[in-house]
């Protein structure tokens, strides 16, 4: 709590004049996501233009722009205090290991996007371009024992790893620890992901879907100031 | 160390007449070592002919055994309480994450221990087969800052995930955070295992180094008791 107070007199206060231009928020996760942008914004266009130019940079890397669609006075990650801000997540790294291969992708993802606020900074014009936009519905926690809350599942092996893969009413969600399986009961298909992140085990998150909605415009834009 | 002393009164003393017979000691790492045992000795027939037994019993599972080549004084962990012991031990999965797979790979692999251990007390007879034996002979530290201790350097992305693969003298070894490989320079071919283990980078090891033995032999068995 102290610490947060901190963060937000220096890089803001949240929602003043005074907040920084852009916060981004390093992030790994157990889950198979890749590297996404979380953001709490689907049409910011300074986090959208960012996330086609690392796009664009980093084609052999998997790449997802993640909408949790929360009201901004909600939003309680640290990239939420500047004026634009978004978190740069990326997996799968157990947490306490460095992997190189995901040390590697993380430092280039942020050199690019360092890049391109100087491209901006400098005056280039950046095109309008198309971008798919993960839109958060829902989070699903683990069956637990009604009692000690204790999870009494696990990921299905079928939907482990398996981030952003669709999955469909009835197919494979938890496995039990006697064994059986159990299905997804909802009536649209989605898409995962944050599937088994070590850290929401306590905030009761299996994993999330998401509804995926292409095409989100990121207009032109050049900078006048 | 409380604990410590309280186990070692359960289940030993350690070395005592009074011990218990057999102790297996679950773990699960964050390297890729499938199920291993890992063991103080490389002639112990119960634990040969338990490993055998997995094996037979679990195809799909890569499985190893390991020997930890130290006096049994100098012998430090759980299963060296027992007159006859063992760590069963699984990967990879991150500290904090159940995965179904590994989950029923351990739950199979305590079955048909406690199945054999059942056989044994009931008579069976076992016959001699061969073991290929993990010696371990050295460990690897990460290359680390020598004012702060902090490491500067991972595990080669081309060695990571690679345990019991053989690691050729000049293969890579590491990479270090501005991206120069730094390679092996032992002299002999050996195998690494415990290859990026989350907990072992609080105890200086990156990797662990063995030679492999083939054909050390579990004799025919009887419980003559």
Not at 29 to 41: D, E, K, Q, R
Not at 93 to 111: D, L
Not at 165 to 193: I, N, V
Request: with cysteine; net charge negative; hydrophobic share 35%.
């Amino acid at each position: 709590m102290i610490r947060s107070r901190e963060l937000n007199a220096t890089l803001g206060p949240k929602g003043s004049p005074g907040a920084v231009e852009l916060v981004c928020d390093l992030h790994n996760t157990t889950a198979n996501m890749g590297l996404c942008l979380i953001a709490y914004s689907d049409c910011d266009w300074i986090c959208l233009h960012i996330f086609r130019h690392l796009q664009r940079k980093m084609p052999d890397i998997p790449m997802r722009y993640i909408h949790f669609d929360v009201p901004h006075k909600e939003s309680y990650s640290l990239d939420s205090v500047g004026k634009h801000g978004f978190a740069m997540e990326i997996g799968p790294q157990p947490h306490g290991v460095v992997r190189s291969n995901v040390y590697a992708a993380m430092k280039a993802g942020v050199q690019h996007m360092l890049d391109w606020v100087c491209f901006f900074n400098s005056g280039s014009t950046f095109e309008g371009e198309y971008v798919d936009v993960f839109t958060m519905i829902k989070h699903i926690d683990y069956p637990r024992d009604r009692e000690t809350r204790k999870i009494r599942a696990a990921i299905h092996p079928q939907l482990q790893d398996q981030d952003f893969c669709l999955l469909h009413p009835e197919d494979p969600l938890f496995q039990t620890f006697s064994g059986e399986t159990l299905r997804y009961k909802g009536d649209e298909a989605l898409y995962p992901f944050f599937i088994n992140e070590c850290a929401y085990y306590e905030k009761g998150i299996a994993l999330s879907l998401a509804r995926k909605r292409p095409d989100q415009t990121c207009q032109n834009v050049k900078n006048s100031a």
